[in-house]
């Protein structure tokens, strides 16, 4: 009893001290010493941290580190090259300032299904953004919803072949690759996306009838966090066509495909397993196709620029640095799920989680991976502790009750993206101290489009799935 106490009170001291600002680096660590300290464990409290908690971390940072290094590297190349502004102007110049909510969710669609950094995307397309909202007349604090959308939700948990870390995150612990439940996996990102932008509008329209246009703000700066509008006119300066700015996006997916399908099944791995007997080769090839592809995208963008960069180095030292708070964020994330998961306390949290529907895993999945998510504020720190202390059961019941695997991890990973954007998000506070405005003027859109209906979808990917298997 005082075990399963222990945990639920440091993690509602985990998510308060989160959305008051304070770092889950330091926060993990001591949220999972104090659990084991109240669990009356006083002796195991530095095998916990030295052992438990620093084990599971580098584990994390030894699959995944490479996917967040390449994919902040690509995504501060495709801004400071330019081609995510060429690749903005387009779609808006095609659609017009009539289309500006449409414009802005297809822009961040287009960048972050292509492999760019969500906080990336939301720095270059914000003055994009307020420019269109301004002379369209539609609120500005719709903005943030709009760059969730087409950000945070369809593109990062639902289309398959997302390059995005927390669809990559489940394959190996399911054998799969970026691509699971294809079919499904569109199914259920047209619902966030036709839902997602029905509700907009009708909030667009709401405010219009109501007399209330743009409104009044300081605007003299980007956001304040990390980018200035001087370093925003900057990348507006770059003069990329837009054939060449999608060359690197098509890569990413295209060559991912590729790989997967096509490559990969053709090669007789047999030697490699004798070389490494330790490799878990059809739980590494999904993983080993999207290096690759972010490895030639990033070689291929910078080929396509050379001699136009202002200072590649400086570049590339930035995504390099971009890539290191993201992963230890969510790497330090793990390592307190895994001090949690050697609680005694938690044996009873998971098996009434497990047991939610034991007919059904899909529910129990759905279930933890959300709440994990909305208690970390993070959908890939949620995914990882859910995953590394639940999914070898997860995979039993699967195969126990005939899922495919592709299924679980398809909705394992849109379910992270459900509850994870809950007041105290790093990605919400973020986004919203980029455009200036706060919870109280943007959160419930927000919340409607990153949380409610990706849910929605959720829900709808399981009943079809259970009705009709993966697809």
Not at 398 to 417: F, K, S
Request: aromatic share 8%; glycine share 8%.
């Amino acid at each position: 009893m005082f075990s399963t106490l222990a945990i639920v009170i440091t993690l509602l001291l985990l998510m308060f001290f989160a959305y008051r600002g304070y770092s889950v680096l330091i926060l993990a660590p001591i949220m999972a010493t104090l659990a084991v300290l109240l669990s009356g464990d006083f002796l195991s409290t530095i095998p916990a941290y030295t052992d438990v908690f620093m084990g599971a971390l580098s584990g994390f940072l030894l699959k995944f580190f490479p996917i967040f290094l390449l994919g902040a590297l690509f995504g501060r190349l495709m801004a400071d090259s330019g081609a995510a502004t060429a690749i903005a102007n387009t779609v808006v110049e095609k659609l017009g300032a009539s289309k500006a909510i449409l414009a802005v969710i297809l822009v961040c669609a287009i960048l972050t299904y292509g492999g760019v950094s969500l906080f990336v995307v939301a720095f270059a397309i914000y003055p994009i953004a307020k420019d269109l909202f301004r002379a369209a007349d539609i609120p500005k604090r719709l903005i943030p919803a709009a760059i969730a959308l087409g950000s945070f939700t369809f593109t990062m948990t639902a289309l398959p072949g997302t390059p995005a870390i927390q669809n990559a995150i489940p394959i190996p612990y399911y054998n799969t690759n970026v691509f699971a439940a294809p079919i499904l996996g569109i199914i259920g990102g047209t619902i966030m996306f036709v839902c997602g932008w029905m509700w907009l509008q009708s909030r667009a329209r709401k405010a219009n009838a109501a007399g209330e246009g743009y409104g009044q703000h300081d605007e003299e700066d980007v956001g304040g966090v990390g980018a200035t509008a001087k370093e925003a006119e900057v990348l507006n300066t770059h003069h990329t066509s837009f054939t060449i700015a999608m060359i690197p996006l098509v890569l990413v997916i295209g060559l991912n495909a590729l790989l997967t399908y096509v490559i990969f099944p053709s090669i007789d791995f047999s030697s490699l397993q004798t070389q490494f007997p330790d490799l878990n080769v059809a739980g590494s090839l999904g993983l080993w196709s999207i290096i690759i592809s972010l490895v030639v995208a990033c070689v291929v963008l910078i080929l396509l620029r050379i001699g136009h960069w202002n200072n590649l180095q400086k570049t590339i030292n930035r995504g390099t640095y971009d890539s290191m708070l993201p992963i230890f964020n969510t790497a330090s994330e793990v390592g307190y799920g895994a001090v949690i998961a050697s609680l005694a306390g938690f044996l009873i949290i998971r098996d009434s989680i497990l047991n939610l529907n034991p007919d059904n895993p899909l529910i129990s999945e759905a279930v933890a991976m959300t709440t994990l998510a909305g208690i970390t504020g993070s959908s890939s720190g949620g995914l990882s502790i859910a995953l590394s202390t639940l999914g070898e059961d997860y995979l039993r019941m699967a195969v126990n009750a005939g899922i495919d695997p592709e299924l679980m991890h398809r909705v394992a990973v849109m379910a992270a993206g459900g509850l994870d954007t809950l007041p105290h998000s790093g990605a919400v506070i973020t986004l919203l101290a980029i455009c200036g405005l706060t919870h109280k003027q943007s959160y419930l859109n927000l919340a409607m489009v990153t949380m409610v209906i990706p849910l929605v979808a959720v829900v709808a990917v399981i009943i079809l799935g259970t009705m009709f298997g993966s697809f």
